[in-house]
């Protein structure tokens, strides 16, 4: 009932930047918490960075002092504003959300992912 829909990755050279975007809409009462996730190739999943709906920020050691997560409460919009890219950034990146479709049912749900590829 809830679609997420990330736009914004591609291809960048390293030390570039790229904005993914991640629109969160349908049936939605509130939203806890959206996160930015990533995952290579053969390696597991990683959470990238989560802002909460009162503006709690959390990076990987990783990405720290080069992402930025921003979100936009009226439209329910996460952004992710990523600097000096390297080539080990380069993954799926899946926006996820939390919340409630209605008070007292949660919802959980998962974009389709966007590819980033930091390479020369």
């Known amino acids: 009932q809830v679609q997420l829909v990330e736009s914004g990755g591609g291809l960048v050279q390293p030390g570039g930047s790229l904005r993914l975007s991640c629109a969160a809409s349908?049936?939605?009462?509130?939203?806890?918490?959206m996160h930015w996730y990533r995952q290579g190739s053969g390696k597991q999943r990683e959470l990238v960075a989560s802002?909460?709906?009162?503006?709690?920020?959390n990076y990987a050691d990783s990405v720290k002092g080069r992402f930025t997560i921003s979100r936009d409460n009226a439209s329910n919009t996460v952004y992710l504003q990523m600097n000096s890219l390297k080539p080990e950034d380069t993954a799926v990146y899946y926006c996820?959300?939390?919340?409630?479709?209605?008070?007292?049912?949660?919802?959980?749900?998962w974009g389709q992912g966007t590819q980033v590829t930091v390479s020369s």
């Open positions: 349908g049936r939605i009462f509130s939203v806890y918490a």
């Open positions: 996820h959300a939390v919340g409630e479709i209605i008070p007292g049912h949660r919802f959980d749900d």
């Open positions: 802002i909460t709906s009162g503006g709690r920020l």
